[in-house]
């Protein structure tokens, strides 16, 4: 009755769309044919690893998302020292997703190895989003919209939040800032085909470099590559095109990281890294990384190196304040500089800041 009112009263004309997700007003959407309509996508809820994404497609991915619990300073707020396990009633308690913390445990066995629970869920978090909002990204135009569930919560809780109850950024608040930079280059690799799209929101044509490398752990090159491109306005390219077997031939997946940078002159456009082997198989060494923290205008400024790689770099601190980029991998002899936003002056700041990677988990 409503769509046959609008469409006789409306002299406007407006659209009628019944409902979100709604798979397509006249000819329903299934997940085997989204030829229209939005899409709400968990792959945790329709319970397949991370790689269903890649065959996953819909015009609008109007809801998508994966759980995780919140930041440390958070759960230490809402439990005691003894409610400290995830199988623990007051745990229990903060987690009301229908199937609780079952599939989160189900889906940190399949990718990680894992003793510190809290920082684990996130990385779970993050590498599901990454994927999920990198590879909708790359579809366009097929894909032209990635709404991610959710910004932030409404009481300290596991939830599939970036922000928490507390106003802690997870790190999925540190992935989607970088999914969604007007300028991303994303690898993606499925069924033995490898490809680098360059993905671009700008209403300009621009020509740069495409700067690939393998490394191993120790930062030993032992593949390059550099190649030109002419990237037209908002779209999405593929670059580069190889199969899997024949780009990492008989190198070992678990020792080996790809790295893709996109440069204009001397200006970094974007950067990425994949991996060829889930976190849990990565044979990580720990590494020695060395920090020098300096007063900065707005608070603190913070470099780092290492000589190893470092995974899934946190850095956690019980003073006031909100790091620029956290949970995020630091490549043998690279250096990063971030900051550390406080109105705060901080005696020995340095010494307050505590690294953690993914060696620290097991």
């Given at each position: 009755m409503?769509?046959?009112?609008?469409?006789?009263?409306?002299?406007?004309?407006?659209?009628?769309?019944?409902?979100?997700?709604?798979?397509?007003?006249?000819?329903?959407?299934?997940?085997?044919?989204?030829?229209?309509?939005?899409?709400?996508?968990?792959?945790?809820?329709?319970n397949?690893?991370?790689?269903?994404?890649?065959?996953t497609?819909?015009?609008?991915?109007?809801?998508?998302?994966?759980?995780?619990?919140?930041?440390?300073?958070?759960?230490?707020?809402?439990?005691?020292?003894?409610?400290?396990?995830?199988?623990?009633?007051?745990?229990?308690?903060?987690?009301?997703?229908?199937?609780?913390?079952?599939?989160?445990?189900?889906?940190?066995?399949?990718?990680?190895?894992?003793?510190?629970?809290i920082?684990?869920?996130?990385?779970?978090?993050?590498?599901?989003?990454?994927?999920?909002?990198?590879?909708?990204?790359?579809?366009?135009?097929?894909t032209?919209?990635?709404?991610?569930?959710?910004l932030?919560?409404?009481?300290?809780?596991?939830?599939?939040?970036?922000?928490?109850f507390?106003?802690?950024?997870?790190?999925?608040?540190?992935?989607?800032?970088?999914?969604?930079?007007?300028?991303?280059?994303?690898?993606?690799?499925?069924?033995?085909?490898?490809?680098?799209?360059v993905?671009?929101?700008?209403?300009?044509?621009f020509?740069?470099?495409?700067?690939?490398?393998?490394?191993?752990?120790?930062?030993?090159?032992l593949?390059?590559k550099?190649?030109?491109?002419?990237?037209?306005?908002?779209?999405?390219?593929?670059?580069?095109?190889t199969?899997?077997?024949?780009?990492?031939?008989?190198?070992?997946t678990?020792?080996?990281?790809?790295?893709?940078?996109?440069?204009?002159?001397?200006?970094?456009?974007?950067?990425?890294?994949y991996?060829?082997?889930?976190?849990?198989?990565?044979?990580?060494?720990?590494?020695?990384?060395?920090?020098?923290?300096?007063?900065?205008?707005?608070?603190?400024?913070?470099?780092?190196?290492?000589?190893?790689?470092?995974?899934?770099?946190?850095?956690?601190?019980?003073?006031?304040?909100?790091?620029?980029d956290n949970?995020?991998d630091?490549?043998?002899?690279?250096?990063?500089?971030?900051?550390?936003?406080?109105?705060?002056?901080?005696?020995?700041?340095?010494?307050?800041?505590?690294?953690?990677?993914?060696?620290?988990?097991?």
């Open positions: 409503i769509p046959e009112a609008i469409e006789k009263f409306d002299y406007n004309s407006h659209d009628y769309w019944p409902s979100s997700p709604m798979g397509g007003y006249r000819e329903p959407m299934t997940l085997s044919k989204p030829q229209s309509g939005d899409m709400h996508y968990y792959v945790a809820y329709v397949k690893p991370f790689s269903n994404i890649l065959e497609q819909s015009h609008f991915f109007s809801e998508h998302g994966f759980q995780s619990w919140p930041d440390k300073k958070t759960v230490y707020q809402f439990t005691a020292p003894e409610d400290r396990d995830k199988n623990s009633q007051v745990m229990k308690a903060h987690n009301k997703a229908m199937i609780g913390n079952s599939v989160l445990d189900k889906y940190i066995k399949m990718y990680y190895n894992f003793d510190s629970y920082y684990v869920t996130q990385l779970l978090q993050d590498a599901c989003m990454k994927l999920s909002l990198e590879t909708h990204r790359r579809w366009m135009p097929y032209m919209g990635s709404l991610y569930w959710q932030n919560d409404v009481w300290p809780i596991a939830s599939w939040a970036s922000i928490d507390h106003n802690n950024p997870k790190g999925l608040y540190y992935i989607v800032k970088k999914a969604f930079n007007p300028i991303i280059v994303v690898p993606s690799n499925f069924k033995n085909d490898f490809m680098i799209n993905v671009s929101d700008s209403r300009e044509a020509q740069a470099k495409m700067e690939m490398e393998i490394l191993d752990f120790d930062g030993k090159q593949w390059s550099t190649i030109p491109i002419n990237m037209m306005a908002n779209t999405s390219t593929a670059f580069f095109k199969t899997t077997k024949e780009l990492v031939n008989n190198l070992d678990t020792q080996i990281v790809f790295t893709v940078k996109l440069l204009k002159g001397n200006q970094l456009l974007a950067s990425n890294l991996y060829f082997s889930s976190p849990k198989d990565l044979k990580l060494q720990k590494p020695v990384i060395t920090k020098v923290v300096t007063v900065s205008d707005q608070g603190y400024s913070i470099a780092l190196t290492s000589d190893k790689l470092v995974k899934d770099l946190y850095l956690d601190t019980d003073e006031m304040g909100r790091f620029s949970y995020f630091l490549l043998p002899g690279e250096k990063v500089i971030l900051g550390f936003k406080t109105k705060e002056k901080i005696d020995n700041f340095g010494d307050k800041i505590r690294l953690y990677s993914l060696t620290d988990s097991y």
